[in-house]
């Protein structure tokens, strides 16, 4: 059976999406039909699931996808060798990602290694964000999907995909987040070096499928999920997921974390980050 934009649209709606909601889309389009299949439509299917939430959630309501990018100077923190311009530069998360932010009416935050674009009534406000911020910023639009109550979407992904990882980690300040440098556009439209804070860095367990923090997510019971063509899609509120993971954190610092030695940084990172949770949030195990 064919996938549609109406069972795209049905299996949103029974997940407890509606008019006027926020919602974080993290996609995988190879989930959702046969390739032969997806060729057939408009950017391989990428404009179907797009259309599908700007249509449940409506112009009220505001449609998130990342579309981080590969502007860091060295690869030791992530993806190297782009000039981030929020008018030019690809996402490099996904064909979805990068169909979506090139849409009329879309605006993209100006964090170079991991800006959102949004499109909806709010969109504009909600990519603002301080010049100092920092890569998951709590004054930015990660806080305000936290503060505008929103949705965490899943479609055909899953918590490996899940960035509201790292913004936990970003706003419980853990030791093991990095600075670096990324390379954007400057004014003179000459690339420019610029700080990036509380980066991403290292091997993390939540990275492998089965991890200790997508067990702790799926036990908690806050997540819905359905099927949509091929692909699970689950939906889960922000809210819910940044308290499930910090608690999760305080019991076991090291739940982001892998389990084994074998490299100097995760017996560093393991080490400083027990330290760290025990003396800022109270006792571990």
């Known amino acids: ?136 910023d709590r004054r930015g639009p990660w806080g305000k999907l936290y503060d505008w109550d929103g949705y965490i979407c899943w479609f055909g992904t899953d918590n490996r995909t899940n960035t509201t990882v790292h913004v936990v980690e970003d706003w419980m300040a853990l030791p093991y987040m990095a600075t670096g440098w990324a390379m954007v556009k400057g004014p003179d439209g000459k690339p420019a070096r610029t700080k990036v804070t509380m980066s991403p860095a290292g091997p993390r367990d939540f990275y492998r499928d089965n991890s200790k923090s997508a067990r702790l997510l799926a036990e908690s019971g806050i997540i819905r999920s359905t099927t949509v063509g091929n692909a699970t899609v689950s939906v889960m509120k922000v809210r819910d997921c940044h308290r499930v993971l910090r608690e999760g954190i305080v019991r076991d610092p090291c739940l982001l974390l892998r389990d084994d030695t074998d490299d100097e940084w995760t017996r560093k990172a393991r080490a400083e980050t027990t330290r760290y949770v025990r003396e800022k949030f109270g006792e571990s195990k």
């Not at 996938?3 to 996609?27: E, F, M, N, P, Y």
């Not at 060798?81 to 530069?89: R, W």
């Open 1 to 136: 059976m064919a996938v549609t934009l109406d069972t795209i649209k049905a299996g949103l709606v029974d997940l407890g999406l509606t008019r006027g909601d926020v919602v974080l889309v993290h996609s995988d389009l190879r989930t959702l039909d046969k390739a032969r299949n997806l060729v057939k439509l408009s950017n391989c299917g990428a404009d179907l699931i797009i259309d599908s939430f700007l249509e449940v959630i409506g112009p009220e309501g505001l449609v998130v996808f990342p579309t981080f990018t590969k502007a860091f100077v060295s690869d030791e923190l992530g993806p190297s060798g782009q000039v981030y311009d929020p008018a030019e530069t690809p996402s490099r998360v996904g064909s979805v990602t990068d169909v979506f932010w090139r849409r009329p009416g879309a605006v993209r935050s100006l964090q170079p290694t991991h800006p959102l674009a949004a499109i909806g009534g709010r969109a504009g406000e909600f990519c603002q964000a301080p010049q100092d911020q920092s890569t998951f």
